[in-house]
């Protein structure tokens, strides 16, 4: 799984520039 390599902001819920785009 990726997330498990690299954590996507959006999983959490949480906004930041990775999730925006």
Avoid at 6 to 19: A, F, M, N, Q, Y
């Amino acid at each position: 799984l990726r997330a498990a390599v690299e954590p996507d902001p959006r999983v959490e819920g949480i906004p930041s520039t990775k999730g925006a785009l």
